[in-house]
């Protein structure tokens, strides 16, 4: 087995292992902006995160948590402003001295240690569980067929599936589904892992039971990870650092125990008075 | 008029023979307009506005003209151009060109019914084009489109009979040679109609075992 982060390894907790900038900018957005016709969703946006650091995006509905994951995963582009991942940029690249809009392949080799995990699963529905699991790291590690299975069955047993290999997704319930789609993003040895609302799909106990999943690879992984969520105490238990998000902007960018017990700005205080916690 | 079965009985051979060349237009027309269509409608949705827009232009202008127009053109023009076909390989290719613009409105709606999500996790997966395309979509979107192509197959057989403008021998252009001869043309057209009704029965039977085969779609 290659890679630093088995899922199962010693747990390393908050401390980042691997190489990175030095500067807590593993992930960094610099005045980045981002409208929809005349509704500017992002203005200027400016923040980083540093390499193995967990993060939790909170804020009202439409304050631009999903545009920021979705365009670090390259779905959407900024109109201004620059996003990059391990001191590269993801949608320019220099050639000739000059920063110009970065070629489809340049994004391809950038994009490839992230991965995203959707509110709505998105498990590919033709496939059996196993390769679902299997496809990404077959077709786009070019790792060797058997050791992709073998490594997949682990990631499956690790998220509690270990029986459902054959099984298709609609067979599965809604809460297994988001396990086997946690067990698929894992497989491509992400150094960043996306949650948006992974568990708003779901009933609460089966909310629980990928919380529990994710509360797991996070205590034993250092990968990098961005959520948004509105399970406030599993935010407070696994993030290193809560960014309050209100019109586009950050408005208060604080460790969990600080933002949940005395939130300072009066937006955070009724924002988190309303929010019900699912955990 | 009075029914001859004895006549019948002597013609039945040549029509046979005549439904044998209509079996083979539609099949390979056929297939040429399964593959043909499927690579329209994948070239429709190309990022590059140089392959998409042509493209579209040369699918509309080919459904908006009669097949019997390019059946001609394909026959009677392209010799001129150097490019001489047999009948039948020009009734392959007419009907196969043609019926490639309708299957790939079939496939476009196929693919546009499966949803963003898709293509989203294929993104977040990193998994190339070509790959997400063989893998993900076509997958998905073709079992959905079973029942509309089934459906333009048949309407394709039912078009084998224009192929007597380019002199291909289906079963009418057999039968108006044999009443060529005996001037009864009662029995000849019939027959070689009753052959096409037949057909076209058995041809929409298989098609909708291969629907309940390959046609479930799984969400
Ligand atoms: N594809 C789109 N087209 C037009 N407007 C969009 C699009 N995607 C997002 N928006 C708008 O951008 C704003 C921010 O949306 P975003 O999804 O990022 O919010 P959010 O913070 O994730 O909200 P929620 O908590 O409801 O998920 C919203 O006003 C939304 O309507
Ligand atoms: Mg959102």
Redesign the pocket.
């Known amino acids: 087995m290659e890679g630093t982060k088995e899922p199962m390894t010693e747990a390393t907790s908050a401390a980042p292992v691997r190489a990175h900038d030095g500067n807590g900018e593993f992930i960094k957005f610099a005045e980045v902006s981002k409208r929809?016709?005349s509704?500017v969703?992002l203005d200027d946006l400016s923040f980083s995160v540093g390499a193995g650091e967990r993060v939790t995006l909170i804020?009202?509905?439409?304050?631009?948590?999903?545009?920021?994951l979705?365009m670090l995963m390259t779905l959407?582009r900024p109109d201004s402003g620059t996003i990059s991942v391990n001191g590269e940029y993801l949608f320019h690249e220099e050639r000739g001295g000059q920063l110009v809009t970065a070629s489809e392949s340049h994004i391809r080799r950038v994009r490839s240690k992230i991965t995203m995990v959707f509110q709505q699963f998105n498990l590919f529905p033709n496939m059996r569980v196993l390769r679902n699991v299997t496809e990404a790291p077959v077709h786009v590690l070019g790792k060797p067929k058997d050791e992709a299975a073998e490594r997949a069955k682990e990631l499956l047993a690790l998220v509690g599936l270990g029986e459902k290999l054959d099984a298709y997704p609609s067979q599965l319930s809604g809460g297994q589904q988001q396990r086997v789609a946690i067990a698929r993003a894992l497989a491509v040895d992400p150094d960043v892992l996306l949650l948006?609302?992974v568990t708003s799909a779901l009933d609460p106990e089966l909310a629980a039971e990928v919380l529990d999943v994710l509360r797991d690879i996070a205590k034993t992984t250092d990968v990098t990870m961005l959520l948004?969520t509105h399970a406030m105490k599993f935010a407070r238990d696994v993030s290193h650092r809560v960014l309050m998000?209100n019109q586009g902007k950050i408005i208060e960018d604080r460790p969990p125990e600080e933002m949940f017990n005395e939130p300072r700005h009066e937006r955070t205080q009724s924002f988190l008075r309303s929010v019900i916690d699912e955990t | 008029m009075n029914w001859d079965w004895d006549y019948v009985g002597s013609m039945m051979p040549d029509l046979l023979d005549g439904l044998w060349t209509a079996l083979l237009a539609t099949i390979f027309g056929f297939l040429l307009a399964l593959v043909l269509g499927l690579v329209f409608a994948i070239l429709r949705r190309s990022k590059t506005a140089w392959i998409r827009v042509p493209i579209g232009f040369i699918v509309e202008f080919i459904r908006g003209t009669p097949l019997l127009v390019q059946l001609f053109f394909l026959f009677f023009v392209l010799p001129d151009f150097g490019v001489q076909l047999s009948p039948l390989a020009s009734g392959i290719v007419g009907l196969g060109v043609h019926y490639a613009t309708y299957t790939s409105e079939v496939y476009r709606a196929g693919i546009d019914g499966v949803p963003a999500g898709q293509w989203e996790a294929a993104t977040a997966l990193n998994l190339p084009a070509r790959r997400t395309w063989t893998s993900v979509v076509l997958p998905q979107a073709v079992p959905r489109s079973l029942p509309a192509l089934s459906n333009y197959l048949i309407a394709l057989f039912k078009d084998v009979p224009q192929l007597v403008a380019i002199t291909v021998a289906e079963p009418f252009t057999v039968a108006r040679g044999i009443f060529a001869d005996s001037f009864r043309p009662f029995e000849a057209i019939t027959m070689a109609g009753v052959l096409y009704l037949v057909t076209a029965f058995v041809l929409s039977y298989l098609g909708r075992i291969v629907e309940r085969r390959y046609g479930t779609v799984r969400v």
């Not at chain 1, 804020?59 to 920021?68: A, D």
């Open positions: 929809f016709g509704n969703v804020g009202p509905s439409g304050s631009g948590k999903t545009t920021i979705r959407l948006d609302e948004v998000f």
